[in-house]
């Protein structure tokens, strides 16, 4: 039993049970059907990710996973689980997990925080996701609300906001990036997760700044707020002056684009058989927009992308590893849900 009143949920994307078809069938289904995600009528998403999506992309999925799956399960799972001890070193508060798509729901880690303290007065949410997007951040964030309403729960619910330009999220990832820049590199890439355009403008509240006002990123606007594009621009940006990377030594790019839509540019696939022609031998990548490494860090640019790479006549591709634990990272976590109000 505890006596604090204060409780701490950290909530990450979530993973399969196992590598086994079913399992990973079962969690793409939750995924994809999320409105949030593919933001089409039902019944449409229904035909689309029941009828096509999911019977194609799950024994490749399945497979996928099977290649960085570890003794201890899904590497999002096992980090997140490594990042809830680190975090409860730091502070009295309990700390647990929920995820966004299969287990533990957010019910499950509400629940757990009231056995350990039936007088629970408030839970702080920390959605582990830098940078708000329809299909990360939001989505996570609504879906923890809605259990928090639907349970009837007494306890207020206090929830981080994204933190993309937040000192000391950026000072760790300068930190965990720093090492690799020692080494020689012919060019660094910040590889964010892709969405399609029309969530940027969905997101919009001013409905027409993003992608629609010359170098929309760069002038001033409410909209920034909710801005995936803008804000994941600003941490490149800040990496680069942080870290003084040399002008022309670094890019941005997003990756895991899903369907024909027109999502947002460059495509880190496509950057990656180009790079060689032009002269870019030996590269780096970040991932900014996760903080634990998962399977598209670790299979779609680690093993997927390093082979394009190799095969359009690169030489060598390193992957940056996510914050993970860092110790600055979490000490970051525990700055914030201490002095949550």
Not at 62 to 69: D, E, G, K
Not at 120 to 138: D, F, G
Not at 290 to 315: N, Y
């Amino acid at each position: 039993m505890t006596t604090t009143k204060k409780g701490i949920v950290l909530m990450n994307l979530g993973s399969p049970d196992s590598t086994q078809v079913k399992d990973v069938r079962r969690y793409l289904n939750e995924f994809l059907m999320d409105e949030r995600v593919i933001d089409m009528p039902y019944l449409s998403r229904l035909l689309l990710v029941k009828g096509l999506i999911v019977p194609f992309r799950a024994p490749k999925s399945a497979h996928a996973y099977s290649t960085i799956w570890t003794k201890e399960g899904s590497p999002l799972m096992v980090l997140s689980k490594q990042l809830q001890v680190a975090l409860q070193q730091q502070v009295t508060e309990p700390v647990v997990l929920a995820m966004r798509y299969g287990s533990p729901a957010p019910w499950t880690a509400y629940d757990e925080l009231l056995e350990k303290n039936p007088d629970l007065e408030e839970v702080v949410l920390v959605p582990l996701y830098p940078h708000y997007a329809l299909s990360s951040y939001e989505t996570a964030v609504e879906y923890a609300k809605e259990a928090h309403k639907k349970g009837k729960y007494s306890f207020k619910l206090t929830i981080i906001p994204p933190f993309y330009d937040n000192t000391l999220y950026l000072d760790s990832l300068a930190d965990s990036i720093k090492p690799y820049l020692q080494q020689e590199y012919d060019h660094i890439v910040f590889s964010y997760h892709g969405i399609p355009e029309r969530h940027v403008h969905k997101t919009d509240p001013t409905g027409q700044h993003c992608l629609k006002v010359d170098n929309c990123c760069e002038v001033n606007s409410e909209a920034h707020k909710y801005c995936y594009r803008h804000q994941c621009l600003f941490t490149t940006k800040k990496m680069v002056e942080m870290l003084q990377i040399p002008e022309g030594k670094y890019s941005y790019a997003f990756q895991s684009r899903l369907g024909r839509d027109e999502w947002l540019k460059p495509y880190t696939a496509k950057r990656l058989t180009e790079f060689p022609a032009e002269g870019v031998k030996k590269l780096l990548i970040a991932c900014p927009a996760f903080v634990s490494d998962c399977l598209e860090t670790l299979e779609e640019i680690a093993e997927q992308g390093k082979e394009s790479f190799i095969a359009s006549g690169g030489e060598s591709l390193t992957l940056i590893p996510c914050l993970n634990v860092h110790p600055m990272w979490v000490k970051a976590i525990a700055s914030w849900v201490t002095s949550s109000k």
